[in-house]
């Protein structure tokens, strides 16, 4: 009988845990895989650093506080990105994205200038700090509070202030100096 109420104990719980990890899959996915993406995490890479978030959250899932999932999730998703920068580093590897084929059909010109114009607002962003710029991918394009990325980095709130003030001023310049002819 013990073992029957334990058996069906387990089962609930077993449920309860596989409800909450797809809440959160379903939930925050997209806002992972986007933040990772912006963190440097390369194409190629991003299904992979994405299942590493949510298997740590997983197995923390007992510490995340409802209502606070998506600033852990990222949390998770900033250290997921600087391991994977420092791995790609230290391997010396070429991420598959930079060798893909350009596409060969043409592009309308407004297409093109969009792209170009993305590619190059990318290409600044990476070329931020890393704390830089994780506070401003963190805050601006996550849209979490200072409070929050503070948490999240362990820095004090003052610091990702100046940090996303730094990083706009740094992406003001660069894109001033693009335009020049």
């Known amino acids: 009988m013990d073992s029957v109420l334990t058996l069906r104990?387990?089962?609930?719980?077993?449920?309860?845990?596989?409800?909450?990890?797809?809440?959160?899959?379903?939930?925050?996915?997209?806002?992972?895989?986007?933040t990772l993406a912006k963190l440097g995490v390369a194409g190629s890479m991003l299904d992979d650093a994405a299942q590493q978030?949510?298997?740590?959250?997983?197995?923390?899932l007992e510490t995340i506080e409802v209502g606070?999932?998506?600033?852990?999730?990222?949390?998770?998703?900033?250290?997921?990105?600087?391991?994977?920068?420092?791995?790609?580093?230290?391997?010396?590897?070429?991420?598959?994205?930079?060798?893909a084929m350009p596409q060969a059909a043409p592009l309308?010109?407004?297409?093109?200038?969009?792209?170009?114009?993305?590619?190059?607002l990318e290409a600044i962003v990476a070329d931020l700090p890393?704390?830089?710029?994780?506070?401003?991918?963190?805050?601006?394009?996550?849209?979490?509070?200072?409070?929050?990325?503070?948490?999240?980095?362990?820095i004090p709130v003052g610091t990702v202030a100046s940090r996303v003030r730094r990083a706009r001023e740094h992406i003001r310049q660069s894109l001033l100096r693009a335009r020049e002819p």
């Not at 978030?53 to 923390?60: C, D, L, Q, S």
């Open 130 to 154: 890393d704390g830089m710029r994780e506070a401003f991918v963190l805050f601006e394009i996550e849209e979490l509070s200072a409070g929050e990325v503070a948490e999240l980095l362990e």
């Open 68 to 99: 606070r999932e998506r600033p852990y999730l990222l949390g998770i998703a900033v250290r997921v990105a600087s391991h994977s920068r420092r791995t790609v580093q230290r391997r010396r590897e070429s991420p598959l994205d930079e060798l």
């Open 108 to 120: 309308p010109d407004q297409l093109l200038d969009e792209r170009r114009a993305y590619a190059l």
């Open 9 to 34: 104990a387990s089962e609930r719980k077993f449920c309860s845990t596989h409800r909450r990890v797809r809440s959160l899959v379903d939930d925050h996915l997209d806002a992972v895989v986007r």
């Open 53 to 60: 978030v949510f298997v740590i959250a997983t197995g923390k």
